[in-house]
């Protein structure tokens, strides 16, 4: 299906939330991390298909804070998913897709964290799509370390608590001064934000499909872009002649 958007139609930030992997594996008697494992072999061809669309920004939920409650066998098979596709990295440059990792690395190892700031400077002179994959990421998380950040700034007298604005909090996010979500994708029949971009999504549109994700293909992608492009956004004010 040719996709005939506007530029104007498309979203500027996509949010996905990459679920459904554990389902996809267990409808076929597989084990779990063989779910983990088709979903990672997908992602790739998603984004670049992002990037050919002409988005400018996607952010991927690939581990929350809250996924550690999984059995110890599972997060180990995870981290070492994210360990390989990170030595991706020059392919996503060829593609001129520029990499950020967003979360709290504390708890992962140095080779993971170095494995992750060397994906981050593989990809930094990437023109193209910006991907932000959100490694330990929970947007409680991000915003409780942005309040300590400007309440330590207050603290030593730079910043007046009447001088912070949303800009302030926006500006000690992981995803400074980069544009809102403007499109939430979850795949797999869920419909829930699960502590996702909470702050980043407040005016998105939230397209919920059934697909699990390791089935997501360049046309459900499109067919979320095609039901994005035809709602009617209104950020409040009264809705524009042109759509009544
Ligand atoms: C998403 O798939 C991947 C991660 C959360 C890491 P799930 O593992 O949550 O798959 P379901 O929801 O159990 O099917
Ligand atoms: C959200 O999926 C997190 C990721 C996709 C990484 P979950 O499967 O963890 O969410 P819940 O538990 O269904 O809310
Ligand atoms: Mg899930």
């Not at 390791?214 to 459900?220: M, S, V």
Request: aromatic share 10%; net charge negative; hydrophobic share 40%.
């Amino acid at each position: 299906m040719k996709q005939q958007l506007l530029p104007s139609q498309l979203p500027q930030h996509i949010g996905i939330i990459m679920d459904g992997n554990g389902r996809w594996a267990k409808l076929r008697g597989l084990p779990r991390t063989a779910g983990h494992k088709a979903g990672a072999a997908i992602f790739k061809k998603i984004m670049t298909h992002c990037g050919e669309r002409g988005i400018k920004y996607v952010t991927v939920y690939a581990f929350s804070t809250e996924n550690w409650k999984r059995s110890p066998d599972e997060v180990h098979a995870l981290m070492d998913l994210f360990m390989q596709y990170m030595e991706d990295a020059k392919n996503y440059y060829k593609d001129n897709i520029q990499i950020h990792i967003i979360g709290d690395r504390t708890p992962f190892s140095p080779e993971m964290v170095a494995r992750m700031e060397a994906c981050e400077s593989d990809t930094a002179a990437a023109t193209g799509l910006h991907l932000n994959v959100a490694l330990n990421y929970g947007g409680q998380h991000e915003l409780t370390q942005a309040m300590q950040k400007i309440a330590q700034k207050v603290k030593a007298g730079e910043l007046a608590p009447e001088e912070i604005t949303e800009e302030t909090i926006e500006q000690n996010l992981y995803t400074a001064g980069m544009p809102p979500v403007d499109l939430i994708i979850r795949p797999s029949g869920e419909y829930r934000l699960s502590n996702f971009m909470i702050w980043q999504a407040a005016y998105a549109e939230y397209v919920f499909m059934d697909t699990l994700w390791p089935d997501f293909g360049p046309k459900e992608l499109d067919k979320a872009l095609a039901v994005y492009a035809k709602r009617n956004r209104r950020f409040g004010a009264e809705e524009p002649e042109d759509k009544k």
